[in-house]
């Protein structure tokens, strides 16, 4: 009899215990899921909302347009630059403008000295005189050949110094002043522009076609971006870009581009027009380049702030279920927008944190908003 009651209390007990166990762990499987339901979104009352500054915007596919960022370098327009140099070896004698002048048309830049030139001017004197002469006696006194001869050999002594590079001027000059320094002769500017090399010295010999001076309008000028061979890129003439340089933007267009790879830099080239109307691009600048092009078909898109990294690290962003209430939802990343980002995995007419996302991130890692931080 003894033994059956202790058996009974001892059933009684187990089946206390059991019951308690079962009772504990279903508390703890009800709080586990009242948790993770909880950390997958959060609700936010109107006051909270504009508190938080948090906007909410429904997303609809439309065509963006998208930028390709490339590194670029200022360049002076090679179509209207224009190299000074002398035709024949000679001396510099004086220079006339500086590094950065803007000079005039005309305008003289270096005065040089050769003894090929004074041999011509010498020579132009006595053909000039020659064909004067013969001119005013005529054909009564002159045959026709002597005179046809005199004009012929002015007019070769005339090319040979405009070929050397003086002036009309310069050269009636030497003709009717007799003092004038044989040898000597002035390079002048053949088109309005700055000076942007000026790599000499006086004194110094130069050879025939070395470069002395560098002129060029920098009114437009060129860039010349350097695209990796990897972004398979097509920038035909025409293609939009925009120039970036000390927070300041100028728009530009691709003119030409490269089809070989450069050797040093295994990039290629692509050259864009710039107008350069206020002279704040020079050429060397290094500036940055953003081609711009439209996305083919429409795509949902999202600021780049709009986009948060989940618990497991992948992209996500915060639907909005009901007013005021936001669910974190996983997204694909597509191609880069300027300031946006192509999503995928998000239906047409959703609503999507679009401004404050980084807060609702921190609400729904806390479980809570207090807008009086109590």
């Known amino acids: 009899m003894t033994n059956s009651i202790n058996n009974v209390i001892k059933l009684s007990l187990l089946s206390t215990v ?20 909880h950390t997958e979104g959060v609700s936010f009352s109107i006051e909270q909302l504009t508190l938080a500054n948090i906007k909410v915007s429904t997303l609809n596919p439309r065509i963006f347009a998208r930028s390709v ?67 005013k006696l005529g054909k009564g006194t002159v045959s026709e050949s002597l005179l046809l001869k005199s004009e012929t050999d002015y007019i070769a002594a005339f090319g040979r110094l405009t070929a050397f590079g003086l002036t009309k001027t310069a050269i009636e000059d030497i003709a009717k002043n007799n003092s004038s320094n044989l040898g000597e ?5 053949k088109r309005a522009g700055a000076v ?101 078909t429409p795509v949902i898109a999202v600021p780049e702030t709009a986009l948060m990294r989940g618990a497991d690290g992948d992209w996500t962003v915060f639907v909005e279920d009901n007013p005021g209430e936001f669910e974190a939802v996983e997204v694909e990343l597509g191609q880069p927008l300027g300031n946006y980002r192509q999503i995928i995995g998000i239906a047409p007419n959703t609503r999507v944190v679009t401004q404050g996302a980084f807060f609702v991130a921190s609400e729904i890692a806390k479980g809570g908003f207090d807008p009086h931080n109590h």
């Open 18 to 37: 059991f019951y308690g166990l079962i009772t504990f762990s279903n508390n703890v499987l009800a709080f586990n899921s009242t948790k993770e339901a």
């Open 69 to 135: 960022y490339a590194p670029g370098e200022v360049k002076a327009n090679g179509y209207t630059s224009y190299i000074v140099s002398p035709r024949t070896e000679s001396v510099v004698i004086s220079r006339h403008a500086i590094l950065g002048e803007h000079v005039e048309k005309d305008q003289p830049l270096v005065t040089l000295f050769s003894e090929s030139v004074a041999q011509a001017q010498a020579n132009y004197r006595v053909t000039y005189s020659e064909w004067q002469r013969n001119s």
């Open 185 to 189: 002769y002035t390079l002048v500017a």
């Open 196 to 296: 942007l090399s000026d790599d000499f010295a006086q004194g110094q010999r130069v050879s025939p076609g070395e470069k002395i001076m560098i002129l060029a309008n920098e009114e437009n000028l060129w860039v010349e971006a350097r695209v990796s061979p990897n972004k398979k890129l097509n920038l035909p003439a025409g293609t939009s870009a925009e120039i970036e340089f000390a927070g300041q933007s100028y728009d530009a267009r691709v003119i030409q581009e490269a089809h070989t790879i450069d050797p040093s830099t295994r990039t290629r080239i692509v050259r864009l027009s710039v107008e350069n109307k206020d002279d704040t691009l020079h050429s060397g600048m290094f500036v940055n380049v953003n081609f711009q092009f439209d996305t083919l």
